[in-house]
């Protein structure tokens, strides 16, 4: 469900290809999949912010501008990262943990936030294992590269899926950290909080 809900997320972002289009979130507001289409579709402006940050002739105020952007919308991503691990916390809030039961090296929703990027890989490595201008050679090395991402969005899912039943089964611990960002934060940044003596 996590690919279907990525994938048309990615297209309908391509449909504008404009990292200031309005989304178009069709998905029923407070369903998981209304959730993954925001947070995607949110991964997805944030990967063409961060092509058009690297521009070299980028005007210094525009890409000041455009880093801030991209600051407040990683702030956004780990947001909603924590929404998705909520909604697991309070689905398996019933489940007991069967002793000798594991913690998993993170949780349903970071590994979720990665094969939402690895859906975007997967899409911008197939323009270029297709793009008519490049060279033959550029294009295999892409088409090669494509089928390792492949592998691994099946790889990531499996795993996905596989955590997700042993929290289920009561095999693994569903345990949440949240990410405490402090470079957004005007307490916790010394730059920012330093600001404010002066």
């Not at 063409?48 to 521009?55: A, G, S």
């Not at 975007?120 to 793009?131: N, V």
């Not at 960002?181 to 600001?195: A, G, I």
Request: glycine content about 2%; proline content about 4%.
């Amino acid at each position: 469900m996590c690919i279907e809900v990525f994938n048309r997320a990615v297209a309908d972002y391509h449909l504008h290809n404009n990292v200031d289009a309005a989304i178009n979130n069709l998905y029923p507001a407070g369903s998981l999949e209304h959730l993954f289409y925001a947070k995607n579709y949110v991964d997805t402006v944030q990967w063409h912010l961060e092509d058009i940050v690297r521009d070299p002739h980028i005007d210094p105020v525009a890409g000041i501008e455009l880093k801030r952007r991209i600051d407040r919308s990683n702030q956004v991503r780990t947001d909603m990262v924590e929404q998705i691990d909520d909604y697991f916390l309070a689905l398996y809030a019933g489940v007991d943990a069967l002793p000798g039961a594991t913690l998993n090296t993170e949780s349903p929703a970071w590994a979720i936030d990665r094969l939402s990027i690895l859906i975007l890989k997967i899409y911008h490595m197939q323009e270029e294992a297709l793009r008519v201008d490049a060279t033959t050679e550029h294009r295999a090395k892409c088409a090669t590269k494509l089928q390792v991402l492949l592998e691994q969005q099946t790889d990531l899912s499996t795993s996905i899926d596989e955590l997700l039943a042993e929290i289920s089964d009561g095999k693994k611990q569903m345990k949440v950290y949240r990410q405490m960002k402090m470079y957004n934060d005007p307490s916790l940044n010394p730059v920012l909080y330093n600001l404010e003596k002066k």
